[in-house]
């Protein structure tokens, strides 16, 4: 069983995020899904596509990802669905920051803020 963790600020991205796109929790509750098969900690399975899923980094303790999130019936193409990062250890899974493209984010940006929000979590 996989320990989901959000960051504070994660939530309030998604409370934004989610008037814009309403179906966008039921994206990251498929994504948890994925994850339970994905991360498994005795027997993991390739069920995200490698396209969509991204390791930025990682150390022997844990390992920082960004993943392409979709989400339902929302019309995006999937070069417009959000993306997330999230940090894996062991059997634990947070949820660091979510953006899009709309938003015109900026990949280094997000990297170093899901870094630093990685840190209060773990």
Same mark, same amino acid.
């Given at each position: 069983?996989?320990?989901? +963790? =959000?960051?504070?600020?994660?939530? $309030?991205?998604?409370?934004?995020? #989610? ?11 498929? %994504? @948890?899904?994925?994850?339970? $098969?994905? %991360?498994?900690?005795?027997?993991? @399975? #390739? ?13 022997? +303790? ?12 929302? !019309?995006?193409?999937? !070069? ?5 990062? %999230? ?7 947070? %949820?660091?920051?979510? #953006?899009?493209? +709309?938003?015109? =984010? $900026?990949?280094? $940006?997000? !990297? ?11």
């Amino acid at each position: 069983m996989i320990d989901f +963790i =959000y960051h504070p600020k994660f939530k $309030k991205e998604i409370a934004d995020l #989610s008037r814009r796109f309403r179906n966008l929790k039921e994206g990251i509750e498929s %994504f @948890q899904r994925l994850c339970e $098969k994905q %991360f498994h900690t005795i027997d993991p @399975q #390739s069920v995200i596509a490698p396209a969509k899923l991204h390791r930025i980094t990682q150390n022997d +303790i844990w390992s920082l990802w960004k993943v392409e999130l979709v989400i339902p019936k929302s !019309n995006l193409r999937p !070069n417009q669905f959000p993306r997330m990062w %999230f940090c894996v250890q062991g059997g634990k899974i947070g %949820f660091l920051c979510i #953006s899009t493209h +709309i938003d015109n =984010y $900026k990949d280094n $940006k997000m !990297n170093h803020i899901a870094i630093e929000r990685l840190t209060d979590i773990f």
